[in-house]
C-alpha cells in the first residue's frame, strides 16, 4: 500500500484515527468488516483472546474484506489495529475500560492521557459508523437480562441497534439473556432481526433458541438487498443477523444451561450488578466448563467472521441507492 492517506477519516471526524489499511479500503470503497475490543479485554482471557482476534482478522481477509478492529487507544478511535496494539489490548485484559455508549467521553476526554477502553457492541457499533463501515462482526450481543423486570439490567447494545446504522453478526445470544424479552425488544424499537443458516435466533453455544428469527435469508446477496433497502428507504438504525455456531463446535444443551444457571446463582450471592455483570458471568461460564465454552466461543465468532465478510463484499457491489434507483 501507498502512502499513509487517513486524511479522508480524520476529515470525517477529528478523533478517529484509522489505520493505513482501513484508511486505503475506505477510500477505495472496498468491503470492510468492524471487529470489537470487549470480547478481547473482557471476554476471553489471555492469550487465547490475542490468537482469537488475530485469527478473527485472517478470516475476514480471506473471505475478500478488510478487518478494522476498533478500540480506544490513546485518547483516539483506532479503526484498525496493528500486531503490538492488539497485543496491548489483549495484555490489559479488564484494565481496560469496557466503553459503551455512555462510556465514550470518559477514554478520549484526557487525549493522549486517557485510559485505555475496549468498545462493547454499541461503543464498536458508534465508531464504525463514524468511520463509514456497514458491516460488524461480534460474538454475542448484550441483551435483556433475566429477571430485567426487578433489575431494568437492558443492555445498551439494543437501544444501540435502534438507532444506529450497522449490520451486527453474531451467534445470537447467550442465554444469561432472557432471549425472548431480547427479541421482544427489537421488535419493539424496529430492529429487523435476520437469520442466516436456520429459521431459529441462535443461542450463541447452542444452535436454536426455540425462538424464530423474523426473516430467514442465507444467500449474502439476498442479505445484503434486505438491508440496503432498509437504508435507502430511510430506516436509520442497525440490522441484527444470527448465524448459529458450526454443528461440530456446538455444545449440549443441558451441559450449557448448567454452568448458566450456577454462573447466575454466583453473580447474585456476589451482588454483582450493572457493567460488571456480564463480563463475570462470561469468565464464570469459562471456568466452570472447564474451557469447553471458549472452544465453542472461538469457534462460533471465527464463523460469524466468515458471513460478516461475505455480506461486506456483498453490500459493496449493491452502493446506496441500489434499491431505490434499480
Ligand atoms: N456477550 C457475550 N460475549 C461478550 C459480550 C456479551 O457472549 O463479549 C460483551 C459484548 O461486548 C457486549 C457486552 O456488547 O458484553 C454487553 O455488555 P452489557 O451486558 O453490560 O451491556
Ligand atoms: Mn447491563
Redesign the pocket.
Known sequence: MNAPSPDSLTSRHPLLAPSVAVAGALAAGRPLVAL?S??VA???PYPQNLHTARAVEAVVREHGAEPATIAILDGRIRVGLDGADLERLARAGPKAI?V?RRDLPAVLARGAGSPMGA??????MICAALAGIEVFV??????V?RGAATTF?I???LQELARTSVVVVCAG??S?LDLGLTLEYLETHGVPVLSAGQDDFAA?YVRESGLRADQRIDAPADLARFVRAKWDLGLAGGVLLSTPVPEADALPRALVDGWIDAALADAQRQGIS??A???FL?ARIEQLSGGRSLAA?IALVKHNAEVGARLAVALAALPPGACVNP
Open positions: 470489537e470487549t470480547i473482557h471476554g476471553m469496557k459503551s468498545t462493547t457492541v454499541a461503543g464498536t461480534t460474538g454475542g450481543i448484550g441483551g437480562h439490567d443492555s445498551a447494545d445470544a447467550k444469561i450463541f450493572g457493567k455483570v456480564t463480563p462470561l466461543n
